[in-house]
């Protein structure tokens, strides 16, 4: 199975500062079709994950631009610029490049 | 609108068994591969299973194999979770999710417990 390790486990923020999360992948991530499917996902308190980068770099509808996905083949990074108040929570990666899919443990953003 | 709503969760015995369904609407069903997916009270989220539009390919994480059967019923607009043989490491709120995982469901609480 595809291992996905994510740092850091908590990352304290200020409003307006930056955030940077990393994800890892025990094997490449680039599939036979040369796509590479990891994808960046926030999961507020109480809430369903929503989907905010998918394919390394793809915001999805209604994403802000402060959020950026970026990487390749086993290293990925999730940027978050000008950090609001509605950002913060639980940050996972994910790979479905490989059966079974995983994702990583994930990162608290919080305030510090 | 994208919708997708799961049922069927609840209080089990060990060993017993539940069916999940994850109630669809906004787009075309029949089109997209769908997922479950769970998460433990206060964990990080799991993969479980996943189904083509057509039910002709079917993965299952191995924590589940043998003993959950992932289905559809494209008439009906529904996906189903067959969970059998449950272990209290399987209390887990339950999401289903559509097939590149961007739309999921609000989750459905399943507390395995005697």
């Known amino acids: 199975d595809v291992v996905m390790t994510q740092t850091p486990v908590s990352l304290p923020v200020s409003l307006g500062g930056q955030a940077s999360i990393s994800c890892r992948s025990s094997q490449s991530l680039v599939h036979s079709n040369g796509n590479t499917y990891l994808h960046w996902y926030l999961q507020k308190p109480g809430q369903s994950p929503q989907l905010l980068i998918y394919?390394?770099?793809n915001r999805f509808s209604g994403v802000p631009d402060r959020f950026s996905g970026s990487g390749s083949g086993t290293d990925f990074t999730l940027k978050i610029s000008r950090v609001e108040p509605e950002d913060l929570g639980d940050y996972y990666c994910?790979?479905?490049?490989?059966?079974?899919?995983?994702f990583g443990a994930g990162t608290k953003l919080e305030l510090k | 609108e994208v919708q997708l709503v799961e049922s069927g969760g609840g209080l089990v015995q060990p060993g017993r068994s539940l069916k999940l369904s994850c109630l669809a609407s906004g787009f075309t069903f029949s089109n997209y591969g769908m997922n479950w997916i769970r998460q433990a009270p206060g964990k990080g989220l799991e993969w479980v299973a996943s189904i083509s539009s057509s039910s002709s390919y079917i993965y299952y994480a191995d924590t589940v194999k043998g003993r959950f059967t992932i289905s559809r019923d494209n008439a009906k607009n529904t996906l189903y979770l067959q969970m059998t043989s449950l272990r209290s490491e399987d209390t887990a709120l339950y999401y289903c999710?559509?097939?590149?995982?961007?739309?999921w469901g609000q989750g459905v609480m399943v507390t395995v417990s005697s």
């Open positions: 994910l790979q479905s490049t490989h059966f079974p899919y995983t």
């Open positions: 394919r390394v770099s």
């Open positions: 999710a559509r097939r590149y995982l961007d739309y």
